[in-house]
């Protein structure tokens, strides 16, 4: 997002004459903290000469607010290795002239002796900002960010295949028991859910040719009985999560039905309402209450099936979105904005992700999947998390990281996201 200066100051004449005062004190650069205030006397600079980062922009536009906590982080974090400044151009008349400035909020960098090494115009990430003065070959001694990484299992696995979803990794409960038969092997879910996101991961999969495929637990017996003329009692648990059970024979499903309160619906019904919901990336079917919540630009919801492709919405559709996700532990509520590709505001701001990874058969480590990915509050909470997993295997990401990693991606690419074989 950008504010065109010439707009501004067109439509401002009158503030910017009844600051002409505060421009006639010389307009200088202030320290980003604090910046809503007066113009300041500029730090001393006795720590000798500093790379700077210059923002020019104004306490009015919508971008330029949102670099504000930006810059005051930046210039707390960096202390002593990096001049963080901010100019108002409705204080510096000036500034606009001798910078050169087309767009607000322009961030210009310098190197210590005070060349200019790049500028840019709009908003711009605090992971963006570091990554630029990398590129740009200075070295500011951050220490590398902590975090946690776990390349090897703390116990291994020991479930038997046949009591492992193939798709949610969960426990496989014996009553709702689904399997898809294959050429060479077949699929063993957990439930019928886990069947209809199995089938929204097939590529141009066709439904009577896979749905002929399946077959699911009779609630009743515990015998297998093919999927599609059997019976669902479709209900509701504490929660608010829909349950499925199957039964071969509708009166034994009318009986289970007094019990427990549920709608009766036959295959074609059932397999409508669960695909009615996608996910916004990569259009896998999702029940809204194990879902991010997404609002793109301009207001249309969405959801993300996981944390990551939540995120992967912005790179799909190549608008600013809003997401809604839950702590992977606690439940705790965290709000992510993009602005531009990048992550304009998050809360809390202690918020982190974690990328669960395995290896692939050449040794390549590769996306572990979607249920196997998470945002956490802090790093406690992703500790706890993963306590309780000890066979997960992953690292510690920023949430910026996780939104940097979907918009690198190709519409090739996009296209084949979370598509069985194809996650990476």
Same mark, same amino acid.
């Given at each position: +997002? ?21 421009? !006639? ?17 500029? =730090? ?6 500093? $790379? ?12 330029? =607010?949102? +670099? ?36 607000? &909020? ?8 005070? #060349? ?17 003065? !990398? ?38 409960? &014996? ?16 439930? %019928?859910?886990?069947? *209809? ?5 097939? %590529?141009?999969?066709? &439904?009577?040719? /896979?749905?002929? #495929? ?35 024979? #509708? ?96 809360? %809390? ?5 974690? *990328? ?19 945002? *956490? ?33 190709? $519409?090739? /690419? ?11």
């Amino acid at each position: +997002m950008k504010i065109s200066v010439k707009a501004i100051i067109v439509a401002a004449v009158a503030v910017l004459a009844a600051v002409a005062i505060v421009a !006639k004190r010389g307009g200088q650069a202030t320290p980003a903290h604090g910046r809503e205030a007066e113009a300041a006397v500029p =730090k001393p600079q006795s720590e000798g000469p500093l $790379p700077r980062l210059l923002d020019l922009g104004s306490g009015k536009c919508v971008p330029c =607010k949102m +670099m504000t906590p930006i810059l005051d982080q930046l210039e707390k974090e960096y202390a002593g290795r990096m001049r963080v400044e901010f100019i108002d151009i409705f204080k510096d008349q000036e500034a606009v002239k001798k910078y050169d400035v087309n767009v607000i &909020p322009t961030q210009i960098f310098y190197d210590a002796a005070g #060349k200019e090494l790049w500028r840019h115009e709009g908003f711009i990430s605090k992971e963006d900002i570091l990554a630029k003065w !990398k590129e740009l070959g200075v070295d500011l001694g951050g220490k590398p960010l902590s975090g946690i990484v776990r390349e090897a299992p703390v116990v291994a696995d020991a479930r038997p295949r046949d009591a492992v979803c193939f798709m949610c990794d969960g426990d496989v409960n &014996p009553k709702t028991r689904t399997v898809v038969k294959g050429d060479s092997e077949q699929r063993l879910l957990c439930s %019928p859910h886990c069947y *209809f996101i199995y089938f929204s991961s097939i %590529p141009g999969a066709d &439904p009577a040719a /896979q749905d002929a #495929k399946v077959s699911v637990t009779d609630w009743a017996s515990g015998g297998a009985i093919p999927a599609t003329p059997a019976t669902y009692l479709c209900g509701v648990d504490a929660k608010g999560r829909p349950t499925v059970k199957a039964f071969a024979d #509708k009166d034994a499903a009318a009986k289970e039905q007094r019990t427990s309160p549920g709608s009766l619906l036959g295959w074609d019904v059932l397999r409508s309402k669960e695909l009615a919901a996608r996910c916004g990336f990569c259009d896998r079917a999702v029940y809204p209450e194990d879902a991010c919540g997404v609002i793109v630009e301009g207001g249309t919801r969405t959801y993300g099936c996981c944390t990551h492709c939540a995120m992967g919405v912005a790179a799909r559709l190549g608008k600013d979105i809003e997401v809604e996700a839950k702590d992977g532990f606690s439940g705790e509520p965290i709000r992510i904005k993009t602005l531009n590709g990048s992550v304009a505001s998050l809360e %809390p701001p202690t918020a982190i992700a974690w *990328f669960g990874q395995k290896k692939d058969a050449e040794g390549k480590w590769v996306s572990a999947g979607c249920f196997k990915q998470g945002f *956490f509050v802090n790093e406690g909470n992703l500790q706890k998390w993963l306590d309780a997993r000890p066979s997960m295997t992953g690292r510690q990401i920023s949430i910026a990281q996780s939104l940097a990693d979907k918009m690198k991606l190709t $519409p090739q /690419q996009i296209a084949k996201a979370c598509k069985l074989g194809e996650c990476k």
